[in-house]
């Protein structure tokens, strides 16, 4: 459910409205009880089954099984951001992690967080900087690959939320072979066309026009691509961003991957803002995530668009339909 | 006319075309004459009047004075890329400035420049990186500031043609102050608003978070800023550049200074790639340029596009009528 105080309550009940039928899955939630049940309107479909978190829990099909860590917070105000909403939003999450981590191996899984602040659960948690490097952590992954999946593209920065003095220092061809073997574990969750083109983008202006302008592209850039050209059919690249980004929104290139994070973000959010997609791989499930923040503003004025997690939980349910597809094989 | 060899003559002759009578201003066109007959038909309004550049010349009022400073390309194939046309497109732009400096400092001028071969000259004329650059050393100005002013918004790149790893330290308070300085001159060029919102960008990731991801935005930008909000009436900043260029999109701000050649260039060319217009400001005149290159695989087949060419002269003759009507006043 994310941040209790921002729009994460609004969005999650739009979406379970909107969704309905959820069939062959089980669908958990974490969160606070009462404002689901403020925002969630499609009991018929779906009934809400809370379950108390102090015993063993047994979830059940074709309900909403939910689970509220504690403590209930029934005066959430508009607008208002807390300690008491932040802590909430920090032991939801380290429950659905814990839940996550007590599920056999063998059971496909997939979880959809909904917007938390950053800068608030900085504050009592020190070093937060965002799911992606929080779950990394909890699930003990060497790497994971951040993904924002659009209607018109996919962006996947290989770094993400560090300086840009520190870019070039970062950047590896070992980075970026491991970013590209994500992408082609996940095709099929990064586009949904059956043979997508991948491009990689260069560091510097003009590709480095050979070199001249800096010589990332040369020694780091270029043989990572090469390299991977061996397992994929359609890359290509380093390719100076203003063309990779003006090319994917012609539909000549699907999934684009960027050096840094507002290479990625900037163009794809002036025009995926509503209906993008945060996507983590590499933890061993995949994660998605609305591509907006916790809206404090809006929060209690039914102005909450849903979209984005409309399509965060539709991404998630292809992933486990995905993998229930290959066992079967 | 830039690359005889590039697709210039052929957007130039269906610029001329398209644009038709202009009175009250004098046209000169510096390039290869015989490619001028073939590309323009519309001789009826503006004939073409060619002048010997050896001689001294006295520009006429409703003709389009010609010059060629030779030698003729008269077996200039489709595609193809020499060093004869290059060396002309260099001549080309050095007389077109030969004839700016001779020009008496009180009459309004304006350049229009059209695509060039960056590495092709750079071969015949070390260090040449592009036409700003270029422009700059030739009329001795201490700041230029290159702006791309497209349909949806304007964007202005403080730093340029330098690797990633290079801005953090060339990007100082001095030159954003500048920069901002050349965009309040020049206003009326940069947006077709009255009264535009200029936003700056941040250097880092999520604005640098407090100085969590960087310090650029407390020493550099936020001063900057913070310094010429005195004369500018719209001005904010520093902001995400994932949110500033979405925020553009839709018209909440016009005019956006990024810190970097790709974080302008990028989210830019993804939206106005056709009609944007490459302007270069601090020369003592507007200089304007189509922003897309020679093309040289599309040359000789009529496929070229000349709206970002006719954007590039109509902002150019925008330039002089501002200037004809500050004088008046």
């Not at 979830?59 to 005066?75: A, L």
């Not at 586009?191 to 983008?201: E, H, R």
């Not at 509503?274 to 791989?281: A, F, I, R």
């Amino acid at each position: 459910m994310g941040d209790p105080a921002g729009i994460g309550p609004e969005i999650l009940g739009k979406t379970l409205d909107e969704i309905g039928d959820i069939t062959e899955l089980y669908v958990v939630v974490v969160g606070d009880f009462s404002l689901m049940e403020r925002y969630y309107s499609g009991g018929g479909k779906l009934p809400l089954l809370l379950h108390d978190p102090g015993k063993d829990i047994c979830f059940q099909e074709n309900r909403i099984n939910f689970i509220d860590p504690g403590p209930g917070i029934n005066d959430v105000k508009s607008g208002l951001t807390r300690r008491d909403s932040t802590l909430k939003a920090l032991r939801s999450l380290d429950m659905a992690i814990d839940i996550i981590k007590k599920l056999p191996r063998e059971i496909s899984k997939a979880l959809v967080t909904a917007p938390v602040s950053k800068q608030n659960i900085a504050n009592i948690s020190k070093g937060f900087v965002g799911h992606t490097e929080y779950l990394q952590n909890a699930f003990s992954s060497k790497h994971v690959t951040m993904a924002l999946v659009g209607k018109s593209f996919t962006a996947i920065p290989v770094t993400r939320h560090i300086p840009v003095r520190d870019i070039p220092g970062k950047l590896t061809r070992e980075l970026i072979i491991d970013t590209l073997k994500d992408v082609y574990g996940n095709m099929d969750i990064l586009s949904a066309k059956s043979d997508p083109v991948v491009c990689v983008c260069s560091l510097n202006p003009h590709c480095g026009e050979g070199g001249a302008i800096g010589d990332e592209e040369i020694r780091v850039i270029a043989p990572a691509v090469e390299s991977m050209k061996a397992i994929f059919k359609n890359l290509t690249g380093p390719v100076s961003p203003d063309v990779a980004f003006y090319k994917a929104m012609r539909n000549e290139y699907d999934i684009i991957l960027g050096m840094y994070h507002d290479q990625c973000l900037a163009p794809f959010k002036m025009v995926d803002f509503e209906s993008g997609v945060n996507t983590t791989l590499g933890l061993g499930f995949v994660r998605t995530s609305p591509d907006h923040g916790t809206a404090y503003d809006i929060v209690g004025k039914n102005l909450a668009n849903p979209e984005s997690m409309i399509q965060a939980v539709r991404l998630a349910v292809k992933s486990l339909m995905k993998n229930t597809a290959g066992k079967t094989e």
